[in-house]
């Protein structure tokens, strides 16, 4: 079993910056993307960022390209979503993922429980 344990939500202002953290324990070897989901009131899951434990490949939702970079600690199975230029529409409830490198939800065998992000206008 994997376990995932996000933090770093909260409130912020339109324009400002917050740092998600998402720490993977358990069975957690081999070859396998971390990245995270979010979930707006009344929307369906959306892809946000992925990256691949190993390796080059990275992929970001084109709505927060160029405002998020999303890094990894392979040393302590820990993924970092940095995020920029925060709009009102990014508040969502963010989900940290751990599977197949994807931007389809059911490739992720795991999930965290959720961190809130609030952007205020």
């Known amino acids: 079993q994997v376990q995932l344990v996000e933090s770093g939500g909260g409130l912020v202002q339109a324009g400002g910056s917050l740092r998600l953290s998402c720490a993977a324990s358990?069975?957690?070897?081999?070859?396998?993307?971390m990245g995270w989901f979010r979930q707006a009131p009344g929307k369906k899951r959306e892809f946000v960022a992925a990256?691949?434990?190993?390796?080059?490949?990275?992929d970001y939702a084109d709505s927060v390209k160029g405002r998020f970079t999303l890094s990894r600690n392979n040393a302590n199975n820990t993924v970092y979503l940095q995020m920029n230029s925060l709009k009102p529409e990014d508040t969502a409830v963010y989900y940290c993922?751990?599977?197949?490198?994807?931007?389809?939800?059911?490739?992720?065998?795991?999930w965290g429980q959720g961190t809130q992000v609030t952007v205020s206008s």
């Open positions: 993922v751990l599977g197949g490198f994807a931007r389809r939800p059911e490739s992720y065998g795991y």
């Open positions: 990256i691949m434990r190993t390796g080059p490949m990275i």
């Open positions: 358990g069975r957690t070897f081999g070859t396998y993307a």
